[in-house]
């Protein structure tokens, strides 16, 4: 399986739309940047036909340490979480 990353995105966006790599750069920074900022205001980013990115706020929790089998706390923490729509999960469950 690939890794799809930021320069692969940049490339399809410049080979599709025609426009320089240096915008096709920018655009891909914009795009990502203004995901992430609207999860740190506590918004929901939903993309039609893909899916939604939001931020689960977990509570404090007993864990284990997997090495020595001893009991620790796991810190409360918030967690960036990413749900396909069905529309999507369609998709990926019909691709052959």
Do not use: W
């Amino acid at each position: 399986m690939a890794t799809i990353t930021r320069s692969d995105f940049a490339d399809r966006l410049r080979e599709r739309f025609g426009i320089t790599t240096a915008d096709a750069y920018k655009l891909v920074d914009v795009i990502f940047d203004e995901i992430g900022q609207a999860l740190i205001n506590g918004e929901e980013v939903k993309f039609a036909g893909f899916g939604s990115f939001k931020i689960l706020s977990k509570n404090a929790r007993m864990g284990r340490n997997p090495k020595t089998g001893e009991s620790a706390v796991i810190s409360a923490r918030k967690v960036a979480t990413f749900r396909p729509c069905n529309e999507f999960r369609e998709r990926v469950a019909n691709h052959k």
